[in-house]
């Protein structure tokens, strides 16, 4: 497997995502091919969208306040975390673990305020895997070439310190692999094992494109053989089924 990350400029709102990554890969000589992946991280889709919020125009509800005051976080942001979730989870000193309006399980509803201007915070992109698709379609359209695409965000995880690459949306690939009925080396049959490719795929390329001031927002993935069907929503696993909650 080879990754490798492309530059792009500062991204605005209105900007053509699948444009700006065709101009990236003609100016770095690298060809898109079938079966390649192309990942994208989720703060150039929120910029591309429009998801920036400055906080000076965000008015606090008073459950906003309230739940500011205990977990001694900015009440706008508090405002925005409550927008922006379907359910609050776990509340703690300085954070707040939500289910997020599109299902993901994080914390502060992925509202970041990182590698933005100052006072401005970003929000995930609106319907990711919808955003995937559109993007590949068009990337498709022009190279004439079969191929997915993941959309990643950086992730905690209960009980591990640090955080992973996730993907929170997919088009092209089958991001979650059932082995359930293979063999393991013994005979055994597998009963359980689901891989979480796109997930897989996200943590690998979050070591080029970084969460800091590396200036990568996406990056090519070769010789993966994942091209299908699925999204990133697949990976989201039923409350029902959910030990933690």
Do not use: H
């Amino acid at each position: 497997m080879e990754i490798i990350g492309l530059k792009l400029p500062l991204i605005k709102e209105g900007d053509d995502l699948a444009e700006l990554i065709l101009r990236a890969l003609d100016r770095s000589g690298i060809t898109l091919e079938d079966d390649d992946i192309v990942l994208i991280t989720e703060k150039i889709v929120s910029k591309s969208q429009g998801r920036l919020v400055d906080l000076k125009t965000v008015i606090p509800s008073e459950e906003a306040v309230a739940l500011a005051d205990t977990t001694e976080k900015d009440p706008c942001i508090v405002e925005l975390i409550l927008w922006e979730s379907r359910e609050i989870v776990l509340t703690g000193p300085n954070f707040i673990i939500t289910e997020t309006v599109d299902g993901f399980v994080c914390a502060n509803a992925g509202i970041d305020a990182s590698n933005v201007e100052e006072g401005t915070v970003k929000l995930l992109p609106s319907d990711p895997d919808r955003a995937a698709e559109e993007i590949r379609q068009k990337i498709e359209k022009t190279l004439g070439k079969r191929f997915g695409v993941v959309i990643s965000d950086s992730f905690g995880r209960p009980f591990r310190t640090g955080s992973v690459g996730v993907a929170i949306g997919a088009s092209g690939l089958t991001t979650l692999w059932d082995r359930r009925g293979e063999t393991d080396l013994y005979g055994r049959e597998l009963e359980n094992t689901r891989v979480a490719v796109a997930d897989c795929i996200a943590s690998a390329a979050n070591l080029v494109t970084g969460d800091g001031s590396e200036g990568i927002p996406v990056a090519v993935i070769k010789g993966l053989k994942f091209t299908g069907v699925g999204q990133a929503s697949d990976l989201i696993r039923p409350k029902e089924e959910d030990l933690f909650r």
